[in-house]
């Protein structure tokens, strides 16, 4: 297996009342995020990715959901733990924010070996439970950009 690419997508999977789901790390035991994940190859589609990493981390197909891009991107330092997945000499990645709105909250598929458990929760809760300051930032932009969302 070759090094991961160091571009990535983040999806925040909602429901117009903006509960938000969140899933648990499993190599990080109380590190909860949306789903997330990189490219696979370099000429892969952003949109193609997110769909992907959805599907992977959560059994949702597309057709269950809307996916929107936001045209919004985050560039961050690699934490050091997580680095060796990628080429050496990487340190910094780029996330690519999509937001995927499902009509209800629903049972998920959990992809074992990356997560070990799920919640669905009221955006502000779920921002203030993330561990990434990118996915606590796009929540509370998911919040901002939803009507009737009380911000």
Not at 111 to 140: K, M, Q
Request: aromatic share 10%; net charge negative; charged share 20%.
């Amino acid at each position: 297996m070759g090094f991961k690419l160091p571009v990535s997508v983040l999806v925040v999977i909602h429901t117009p009342a903006l509960e938000v789901l969140l899933l648990e790390r499993a190599a990080r035991p109380g590190y909860w995020q949306s789903v997330t994940g990189s490219l696979d190859a370099e000429d892969e589609p952003l949109e193609h990715a997110a769909l992907r990493e959805v599907q992977e981390e959560t059994g949702m197909a597309a057709a269950s959901g809307r996916l929107r891009r936001w045209n919004v991107t985050n560039t961050f330092e690699i934490y050091a733990h997580w680095r060796s997945r990628y080429a050496p000499g990487t340190t910094r990645n780029t996330e690519h924010v999509f937001s995927f709105e499902v009509p209800a909250p629903r049972a998920v598929v959990l992809a074992a070996e990356e997560h070990v458990a799920y919640g669905w929760l009221p955006w502000a809760e779920a921002a203030a439970r993330c561990f990434s300051w990118t996915n606590r930032d796009a929540i509370r932009m998911l919040a901002q950009r939803s009507p009737g969302s009380g911000t």
